[in-house]
């Protein structure tokens, strides 16, 4: 009896070698290549480094200079926040709309899919130099088309302090169809049978939108919530594209990362860039946490029993 149970024992800890092994590849990836790089970004943040001269070490001074002596890193942070809170629940709302459209029975359907994924997969770049063309003032296209459908003459967009923001957000549209394939994979995981009951029930199309579908599809778009909440706070490329790195007019799209950026590889103050990114990462952390905390008052899960 003792024989095969220490048997027994001999043949998990070989399992556990083997899953060890197939596992390690991914391992050694997470510790040369994230958190390698990561503990070393720590310790430059401690350092006044420019790249050239090797670090000196200056403690928490480069915290002190972010959040009580740098004017632009508060500026880049509400620049980011504004951002965050135009382009996020616009993106949440318009994602979850279409695809309510593109889970209803009409002709076509796979190809009205296809033609709103696809510009999801065009992003980055080359789509911040189509829309600087589509909202120059100058040789652009929306402008134009403003003017005559609506008799709105177009503001400056990219060249004005006050619309470059909601320029940007509308350019983020651009790239909902991602999201709404996820949406649409939830919304086809919705049991028939509670609309069934609903319709039995007496419910119109609006109560049982209220009452079936969006509680079902809350779980989703925590999700897409949480992603969204993320990735507005690491928004750089358009920005970059769309004000040649600089930021402008007037800072108005100076985002947090684009001034990291600008800290790190055109001042080379990579100590202090280091420790903006730190700060970043704390600051995106709090806020996901904070994401979770609340998900217990409005997100619902199929089998869950929550206590009262």
Do not use: C
Not at 186 to 195: A, F, M
Not at 200 to 229: E, H, I, K, S
């Amino acid at each position: 009896m003792q024989l095969l149970r220490r048997r027994r024992l001999t043949l998990a800890q070989k399992e556990d070698l083997w899953a060890l092994f197939f596992i390690a590849p991914w391992l050694i990836g997470f510790v040369i290549f994230t958190a390698g790089p990561m503990l070393f970004s720590f310790f430059f943040s401690l350092t006044r480094y420019n790249i050239v001269d090797a670090p000196i070490f200056i403690g928490f001074e480069n915290y002190v200079r972010a959040f009580g002596r740098d004017p632009l890193f508060w500026h880049s942070l509400r620049v980011t926040l504004y951002y965050g809170a135009l382009s996020l629940p616009l993106g949440l709302i318009v994602g979850f709309g279409l695809s309510l459209l593109l889970n209803q029975k009409v002709p076509l359907l796979s190809l009205w899919r296809t033609i709103y994924f696809l510009p999801s997969v065009i992003a980055g770049v080359a789509v911040a130099i189509v829309w600087s063309r589509i909202f120059s003032p100058q040789v652009g296209i929306l402008n134009p088309f403003l003017e005559r459908t609506f008799g709105i003459k177009g503001p400056g967009w990219f060249t004005d302090p006050n619309w470059a923001i909601p320029g940007l957000v509308i350019m983020s549209l651009w790239g909902v169809g991602g999201g709404v394939i996820i949406y649409l994979a939830g919304l086809q995981g919705i049991p028939t049978s509670l609309y069934d009951a609903a319709r039995v029930d007496g419910a119109n199309a609006l109560q049982r939108f209220r009452y079936v579908t969006l509680p079902m599809m809350t779980p989703v778009l925590f999700y897409m919530l949480v992603l969204g909440l993320i990735g507005a706070f690491q928004y750089f490329t358009e920005a970059y594209v769309i004000s040649g790195g600089g930021g402008g007019p007037q800072r108005a799209t100076l985002f947090y990362n684009l001034y990291l950026y600008q800290n790190a590889f055109k001042f080379n103050e990579m100590g202090y860039a280091s420790a903006l990114a730190w700060v970043l990462f704390l600051i995106v952390l709090a806020l996901t946490l904070l994401v979770f905390r609340s998900s217990a008052l409005w997100v619902y899960y199929e089998g869950e029993v929550r206590k009262r």
